[in-house]
Each structure stands twice: as C-alpha cells, then as structure tokens.
C-alpha cells in the first residue's frame, strides 16, 4: 500500500563543484541518481513531486514538477515550494543527491509520523538531516515569514514548530551504515560513491 503522504525531490541546486553537470543525472553504477531515488519513491508515494528551475530536463520522469515560488534559489524556497504544491498533509522531502536512499529508511522516518507533529528529522551523531526528513503544510507559514527576511537557514523556524527527532539508533535498524544520508557534493564524495557502490 502507498503511503498517504507526498514525496518530494529537491532538483533545483547550484552544482558549481561539478562545473555546472547536473548531480541528479550522474551515473552510479548503472543508476542515475535520480533515477534510484524515483524507483524508491514509486514504491512509496503517490504524489511525487520534483521542485527545479529547469523542469524541462525532467519531463522522462512521471512525477509532479513544480518550480520555486520565491525567488532566491535555496534549499529552504524548494522546500517551501514542495510543501505548497503537495496535496498531503505531511510531506517526506530529499535532496536529488543522494544515492544510496533506502525504501526501509524513507519507512521508519514516515511510521513516525503523529498529526500533531510537524518535523520528523533524523539525527545522527553527524547532526540532524534537514533534507531527509518530513515536514507538515503546517511549516508553510513559518518557512514564508523567514524567507521573506530573506533567511535561507532551513532548521532556524525549527524551534516555532513541533519537531520529532528520530535517534541513531531507531535509524540502524534498517539502515546500518546509514548510507541513505550519504550525498555527492564534490568530485571526492563521487568517487567515495562509487567505492561504496562497488562494495555492495
């Protein structure tokens, strides 16, 4: 059964480390990246979402795609758009950088989920995980007042909200490396994907 909620893919970030290349269209083994998070998110979601400012190189994707309402390009305005366009009440939101997103991690983070809550956001003994985490609409007023301040910080409206942390702990259970968080950013971090790929 698919979950009640939407699931959101952030695509509209500034790759300058990769001389402009797109990160969600490089190859990991013989997945794009974005192509593995689809293939986890059709497994969960009805509504699939991808927030970018080129929707045109995304139109091979069967998915909702939506563009920034504000005009700053930033993690926090696709969040923002994400969560304004979703028709769920809850939202699960991740970045198009991640390669090794696993369904059983996606799962534990949404079992969480209470209508009372409006966050459930992972944090390990890195930090907390902002972009793979849930939101609820109900952030939406919140992440307006700060972006129209112009303030681009995502967890800085955490504390006017009502957030769940999820432990180390509770997120090894299905993901014991907890690979799910691991992001290329730079030509190293892909290399250090591909290891990781080769090894699995």
């Known amino acids: 059964m698919l979950s009640p909620y939407s699931g959101i893919i952030l695509a509209g970030g500034l790759n300058s480390r990769f001389s402009g290349a797109n990160k969600a269209f490089i190859q990991i083994g013989n997945k794009r990246i974005l192509d593995n998070i689809y293939d986890v998110f059709r497994e969960l979601f009805e509504e699939i979402i991808l927030v970018t400012n080129d929707p045109l190189k995304y139109l091979g994707w069967d998915l909702k795609i939506v563009t920034?309402?504000?005009?700053?390009?930033?993690?926090?305005?696709?969040?923002?758009a994400g969560l304004f366009?979703?028709?769920?009440?809850?939202?699960?939101?991740?970045?198009?950088?991640?390669?090794?997103?696993?369904?059983?991690?996606?799962?534990?983070?949404?079992?969480?989920?209470e209508p009372q809550i409006d966050i459930i956001i992972p944090e390990t003994s890195a930090g907390i995980e902002p972009l793979c985490a849930v939101?609820?609409?109900?952030?939406?007023?919140?992440?307006?007042?700060?972006?129209?301040?112009?303030?681009?910080?995502?967890?800085?409206?955490?504390?006017?909200?009502?957030?769940?942390?999820?432990?180390?702990?509770?997120?090894?259970?299905?993901?014991?490396?907890?690979?799910s968080f691991f992001n290329v950013n730079n030509p190293s971090s892909l290399e250090k994907a591909k290891e990781i790929k080769t090894g699995q």
């Open 135 to 179: 939101y609820s609409k109900r952030c939406l007023k919140q992440i307006e007042n700060q972006l129209d301040n112009q303030e681009y910080k995502i967890q800085k409206f955490f504390n006017k909200v009502r957030v769940r942390k999820l432990s180390d702990n509770e997120l090894r259970a299905n993901d014991p490396e907890l690979t």
């Open 85 to 113: 366009y979703a028709t769920s009440s809850h939202s699960f939101i991740t970045a198009c950088d991640t390669p090794f997103l696993k369904k059983e991690l996606i799962e534990t983070i949404l079992c969480a989920v």
């Open 68 to 80: 920034d309402i504000y005009p700053a390009r930033s993690s926090l305005t696709g969040i923002h």
